[in-house]
């Protein structure tokens, strides 16, 4: 497998991603023809090969079809393997992470919940909760306390002064959250799992309301201000609600539950809140909200209570999709037509670790 390749490996806008709704709708024909174009260019092995990207995202996709084999599996392997090791570098020099190192689209956590679909047990897979479950652990860089999944860069990589903790499902600690809290739930422990997961927790009920926290905000005694900004999947409080219900559920917290419960029904009553979603996609639209908000009303003993707001975002949806330019999953018409369509069979929402 070559380590460089065309944008078509893309998950999130490439032909994969379209071959994703043809397998969730059973045209395996036209998924055949999506898959062909995605792989034309070879299929990336190297450091850049991801859940999102590549060798991994191939898996994924492949497996919703129940077509992964022994070879794919292995090439995946391979990159998990190369990823924690240089994971285990970094934390030997006592350097933070960069997010790209973590996070769900480029990092262990996307490749987590990769190992998490598989049907038997990957060994891999206990090695990166171990992982995850490390960034719990504070770090102190010159003289000062830090979580462990601080980044000195901000949310962009850009330089920022005193770095930033990123709080999304996409970039941010919400990710990890939601890996070691569906892991949990299957049945897959490891030490320090429940704990981190108390940690994490802990950090989006204060900061959870923010995309990502500065080194000022840190310092403060007072808790951040809610802001009233876009309730997407991939950064918002939509987002994070519905990886904070996940949680509550590993943690079997019926209060803690209610809150995350309680703050997606809240969003979306709040006009000021909704009108600063401007399209139909799934990261960070239409589709991603009703996406999550059927998920957290399949998890709640009152699901009816989402009903209303269900109603609304498959309206909106409906109405925007055809607005959408791109052809992908993630920001494009096949992503936003697989939340309309509403089914899951394939589980392909397991991408975005909303199940």
């Not at 891999?124 to 999944?149: A, N």
């Amino acid at each position: 497998m070559k380590a460089t390749v065309p944008r078509t490996q893309d998950l999130s806008e490439g032909a994969l991603g379209v071959a994703l709704l043809h397998i969730e709708r059973g045209d395996l024909k036209s998924a055949r023809c999506s898959l062909a174009r995605a792989v034309a260019g070879g299929v990336s092995a190297g450091g850049n090969a991801s859940l999102f990207h590549g060798a991994p995202a191939l898996e994924f996709v492949l497996s919703r079809a129940g077509r992964a084999d022994r070879h794919v599996r292995g090439v995946v392997d391979r990159v998990v393997a190369a990823r924690l090791a240089a994971a285990r570098r970094r934390h030997t020099c006592g350097a933070l992470p960069h997010l790209a190192e973590f996070d769900l689209i480029r990092g262990l956590t996307g490749l987590g919940a990769l190992l998490l679909t598989r049907d038997s047990a990957s060994p891999l897979l206990e090695e990166v909760l171990d992982y995850l479950v490390s960034l719990c652990r504070p770090v102190r860089i010159q003289g000062r306390e830090l979580p462990g999944w601080w980044s000195d860069a901000g949310p962009a990589g850009e330089e920022m002064s005193g770095g930033h903790g990123n709080n999304g499902v996409a970039h941010g600690i919400a990710g990890p959250l939601a890996v070691l809290s569906l892991a949990a739930r299957r049945g897959v422990q490891v030490s320090g799992q429940h704990d981190a997961i108390e940690v994490f927790t802990r950090w989006l009920d204060r900061y959870g309301c923010c995309y990502w926290i500065t080194r000022d905000q840190l310092s403060d005694s007072e808790r951040p201000k809610r802001q009233v900004a876009r309730p997407s999947w991939c950064y918002g409080e939509l987002g994070t609600a519905r990886t904070r219900q996940l949680a509550a559920i590993a943690l079997n917290d019926p209060a803690r539950r209610l809150a995350a419960e309680d703050t997606v029904a809240s969003v979306l009553t709040d006009p000021a809140c909704v009108s600063r979603i401007t399209d139909a996609s799934l990261c960070h639209g239409w589709a991603g909200l009703l996406t999550v908000v059927r998920a957290v009303a399949d998890d709640s003993p009152d699901p009816g209570r989402y009903t209303p707001q269900i109603e609304d975002l498959t309206n909106r949806l409906a109405a925007d999709l055809d607005r959408l330019s791109k052809p992908g999953f993630m920001e494009g018409r096949a992503g936003a037509q697989l939340a309309l369509d509403g089914t899951n069979t394939t589980g392909w929402t397991r991408a975005l670790l909303i199940t």
